[in-house]
Structure formats: C-alpha cells, structure tokens
C-alpha cells in the first residue's frame, strides 16, 4: 500500500470585516438637530419679547381702551382718574387713522385732591406710536402725579373731529432700551444657529446613510 502523505499547510480562515462605527454620524446628526431646535426656541423667544416691546398696550385691536389705560376723555372734555403720588403717567391723543399730524391745541390739565393744577407738558419716557383697526395713538405728553388720590382732568380740542385723550403708566426708557438690544441678539442668535444647525443635520444624515450602506456590505 501507498503510504499516504501527510497533509499540508491549512490556510487559516480570512478574519470578519469589521463594521463600521455609527456613533460619528448619530453624535452629528443628533447635534445638528439640537441645534435646530435652539434656533426655533430662539426665534420664538425673539418674537414674543418683539411683540410685547413694540406694543404701547395703549390700544386694543378693536380700537378700544387698553388694560394699562387708566382714564379716557374726550377732546374736548373732562373727567376724573385715580392717580398714585409719585407715577409716572404719558397722555396719548387718539384720532382716525387718516388723520395727518394731529395735535392738542393746549396741554391736558389736572388738578389734584389738594387743589393744585399740574400740565402734562413734560417728555414721555418712551414716545409711542401705534396704529390698530381704524384708530391711530401717539403719546402728547407725560407728567408725575404730586399725591395720591382723585385728579380732575380738562383736556383740550384737539386739531381734528373724533379724539379722545389716554391716561397710561408711561414706560421706562431703559428697560425698553434694553428689551430692543435683548431682540437684536435674539434674532442673531436663532439666524447663528439655524445657519451652523442645517449643513450639521444635512452632514449627518448623509454620513449616517453612508456609514449604514458600508455596514450592510461588511
């Protein structure tokens, strides 16, 4: 019998490929929907804080009185507010939206509980403007009330047919100033971020399909 020769060399079995990692893509993609997510939070932030410092709340949207007004007279006219020693207060003359350049021919006039007469002739810390529906308000005046108590107010004929007269707290310069720069930001803010946010997110998701075809071929 033929001896039968021993066997040679064995050729050791080709490793698995190992399959890609998709934490890269995942982490990417995941950053770049946060970061989404914070330029609509940011915008949205923008716009509320946008909206409640451009409106005087002097008018409502139906024309009427806003909640912060504390009186409403006629021009010409007369009548009576509860004032607080101290406040400051801002005179806005009402007329139709169609009205060019309307004025009070005089400043409004009130006389205190104890007698004393006070112009509203002084400056507004903010000076408002608002149009809304058929009506149109811009602050005329600002004064302090001296006491606290029950003013008699005379106001004026104004230089067109239909005004009236609000009484409203007058606004604070700085903290309006800084609710404009606040806005400012925002808005650079939510534009950064939705401009960094959207190739990140694109990039990802492209990265993760490719990372994901390579491990179906491994």
Do not use: C, K
Request: glycine share 12%; proline share 9%.
């Amino acid at each position: 019998m033929t001896p039968t020769p021993p066997p040679g060399p064995q050729t050791p079995p080709a490793p698995a490929a190992r399959r890609p990692s998709l934490a890269g893509p995942v982490w990417l993609t995941v950053a770049g929907a946060v970061l989404l997510v914070g330029a609509v939070v940011a915008g949205v932030a923008t716009t509320v804080l946008l909206v409640g410092t451009a409106s005087s709340g002097v008018l409502r949207l139906d024309g009427q009185a806003g909640d912060v007004v504390v009186a409403e007279i006629d021009a010409p006219g007369a009548g009576t507010v509860e004032l607080e020693a101290g406040e400051r207060y801002a005179v806005h003359l009402v007329v139709p939206a169609d009205a060019d350049d309307a004025t009070l021919d005089e400043d409004v006039l009130l006389q205190t509980p104890s007698g004393e007469v006070v112009a509203a002739d002084g400056s507004p810390g903010v000076d408002m403007s608002s149009t809304v529906g058929q009506w149109s308000a811009d602050t005329v005046g600002a004064f302090t009330a001296p006491e606290t108590g029950t003013y008699t107010v005379a106001v004026p004929p104004a230089s067109v047919a239909d005004a009236h007269v609000l009484i409203a707290p007058d606004r604070d310069f700085a903290p309006f100033l800084r609710n404009i720069f606040g806005t400012v930001l925002g808005m650079f803010v939510a534009i950064g971020l939705g401009i960094v946010g959207v190739p990140v997110l694109a990039g990802g998701i492209v990265w993760w399909a490719l990372r994901a075809r390579s491990r179906r071929t491994a």
